[in-house]
């Protein structure tokens, strides 16, 4: 009975996490390529270097299906991470041109006064989108 590629990695903690992933269904895998990686120290995107998840023939298909519903499974999270960030994004630009435009109004009513008002009313959109921004990068720092 031969063995059979079933996935290839990007790194040696994606490889693993396809071992544990199949080792939980009760099929038995084998990692090839992590040592090399590391031995020689080639990046895995590197033929020379890959990290490839093996496992047996009669195996092949159970383990490519489990492999194939985590991928779509990492895939539809990475999607709602990125639909996510864009609906803040968005949402911080609306509130960002809201405030400018409100900012604009005052022209008509303040008339050649307008500078003294307006600049520190821009000095406090630009000083608040750096703190929001300051905040939301601590953030994705803490959670990563």
Known sequence: MGVVKVYKAGSSVEAE???EILDE????????GEQLQSTLGV????EMASI???VSDADKAAARKLIDDWATV?????????K???????????INFTLIACVF???PLLGPNWHVVAAPLFAFI?????????YLHKQRERIS
């Open 17 to 19: 996490v396809v071992s």
């Open 25 to 32: 269904a009760g099929i038995e895998c084998r990692i090839v």
């Open 43 to 46: 990046p895995s995107i590197s």
């Open 52 to 54: 490839e998840v093996l």
């Open 74 to 82: 990492q895939f539809q999270q990475r999607q709602a991470e990125t």
């Open 84 to 94: 996510r960030k864009l609906q803040y994004g968005m949402k911080w630009l609306l």
């Open 105 to 107: 109004a005052l022209y």
């Open 126 to 134: 630009v000083w608040g989108n750096l703190m929001v921004g300051a």
